[in-house]
């Protein structure tokens, strides 16, 4: 096991994403945050307040479970099924540009979900994409807009990403098989 | 910003993530973990219900076929549109376009349901153990929705929804239930759920319909409504089953109704903030006086939302393992 990113640069990855987005819109009136539960959820939130901090703009911020939309039931992937929790978008999103966040991009099935989950919402002007990690292998044509930090692994391994809001401590380590 | 427990339930057990049995045929088959999973992911659930379109993919693809051998018209509902918000296929089988009609045993029935791979079944029988019957007969996973005396455990496992609802938790709280108690699988689902979560179980009702083993099922019992109902967090009534009595239970309607009927002077002596629960379809004026059921503590209606809430959960969670 190894880490990756220490606690300074994830915020600092937070801090430059924030910036970019920023950057890459002329306006962020129309501009909502959703975080994919778990781990997009607080990293969108401390978007959230790096927007605030840059631009003055307080941006909505909602939160989305994609359980029940995955192509992965009955098929036990990834471990077990994940226990199903509330989806949380208290905004139209309607026209909206929305901004996507998780934790790591890995297959893209799980972005391909979102995707699903947030059309079943209403109609979005256009839907962007936030990872803090990259760590490559996808199995669908998806693509990140930001991206914290690209991790090259190998399909042994497995990238972690802990947070303070849930695991108490901020850090992104890579484990292989053999670790237990 | 409050921490994300995913790991916890609210009253601090570790979840699990699926359930370890095939069927969901009785309450004992369920731990308390197992409840409090169920019952947080029908929390979720409710979210779907909320939306304008109300429906998602989890079941797309799959049959579930609802077998009804007796009358319903809110659990067969309510199953139904559970369903749906799943995207399951759904096929409903009600007693009259039955073959049973025709002579055919249920194990036939099941026997050629099973021919057309359902991957669900939803039973509803006259005749307690019909569901383990169909259980036993077919790969497919079989959900009771009632069986005959024995058992209806999604009504508690609404009920429990409800009361963690609006009381925060179970554990501790003083339930009362009232009514045809010997009659009724509403209670018999209940008292075993409420009494793993916790819950502090009275039950009241005639003495000729009492269960002969009430001192084994753990609760205490009385025939004195007002005790019954004295200091309750919960009062559940029950409703008095007609179609169900051979013989005669209590001289009249109206004299049931006299000693067991639950009034607006008879609630005052639970507590001020005391909850009213009935499984339907209610008898007003024999179990339950209009002003009580249609009153300001009654979450009669409540109970029916999370009905289907608690269906979704249980079909999703039974749906997410494959089969054996």
């Excluded at chain 1, 778990?38 to 359980?67: E, N």
Aim: with cysteine; net charge neutral; proline share 5%.
């Amino acid at each position: 096991m190894h880490v990756v990113m220490a606690a300074d640069q994830v915020a600092r990855s937070i801090t430059r994403i924030a910036h970019e987005v920023v950057e890459r819109h002329r306006t962020l009136d129309n501009l909502a945050l959703i975080g994919i539960r778990t781990r997009g959820v607080p990293i969108a939130r401390r978007l959230a307040a790096g927007l605030h901090d840059i631009a003055g703009t307080t941006v909505p911020t909602g939160v989305l479970d994609i359980t029940l939309y995955r192509d992965d039931l009955m098929r036990h992937a990834v471990g077990p099924q994940p226990v199903l929790r509330k989806t949380d978008i208290d905004f139209s999103i309607d026209e909206r540009r929305i901004l996507l966040v998780d934790d790591v991009l890995y297959t893209g099935r799980t972005i391909r979900a979102a995707l699903d989950a947030l059309i079943d919402f209403g109609r979005p002007g256009a839907i962007e994409l936030a990872v803090l990690v990259d760590r490559g292998h996808r199995e669908l044509p998806i693509k990140a807009d930001y991206v914290g930090k690209n991790v090259p692994t190998s399909l042994s391994e497995s990238v972690q990403v802990r947070l303070v809001e849930v695991e108490g401590l901020d850090e992104v380590v890579i484990k292989d098989a053999s670790d237990s | 910003m409050p921490p994300i427990a995913d790991a916890l339930t609210p009253d601090g057990l570790a979840a699990p993530v699926g359930l370890r049995a095939k069927d969901l045929l009785s309450i004992g088959d369920l731990s308390a973990e197992e409840m409090y999973l169920i019952l947080d992911t029908a929390e979720a659930m409710k979210e779907v219900g909320t939306r304008s379109i109300k429906k998602v993919p989890a079941l797309r693809g799959r049959t579930v076929v609802n077998l009804f051998f007796e009358a319903s018209t809110r659990t067969r509902t309510s199953f139904e549109v559970a369903q749906k918000r799943l995207s399951a296929d759904t096929i409903n089988i009600a007693a009259s376009g039955l073959s049973v009609v025709k002579g055919e045993s249920l194990a036939d029935t099941v026997r050629n349901l099973e021919a057309m791979a359902p991957d669900i079944i939803v039973v509803r029988h006259q005749s307690a153990g019909a569901g383990h019957l169909v259980a036993r007969l077919c790969r497919a996973r079989v959900i009771n929705a009632g069986d005959g005396m024995h058992e209806h455990p999604t009504q508690a496992l609404l009920d429990a929804l409800t009361i963690r609802e609006r009381k925060g938790t179970i554990k501790g709280l003083k339930v009362s239930i009232i009514g045809d108690l010997l009659h009724s699988r509403v209670f018999r689902s209940n008292v075993q759920l409420l009494q793993v979560l916790g819950a502090d179980v009275s039950v009241c009702g005639p003495a000729t319909m009492m269960l002969p083993d009430m001192a084994r099922l753990g609760v205490r019992a009385t025939t004195s409504i007002d005790e019954a109902v004295e200091g309750a967090d919960v009062v559940m009534l029950l409703r008095i089953q007609l179609e169900r009595m051979s013989g005669y239970f209590f001289p009249s309607l109206r004299e049931y109704f006299q000693l067991f009927g639950m009034t607006p002077e008879r609630l005052r002596r639970a507590k001020p903030d005391a909850i009213i629960m009935h499984p339907g379809p209610m008898n007003r004026g024999v179990e339950i006086a209009s002003a009580v059921a249609d009153g300001p503590y009654s979450v009669i209606l409540e109970q029916v939302a999370n009905g289907v809430a608690v269906r979704m959960a249980v079909l999703y969670l039974l749906a997410d393992e494959p089969q054996g």
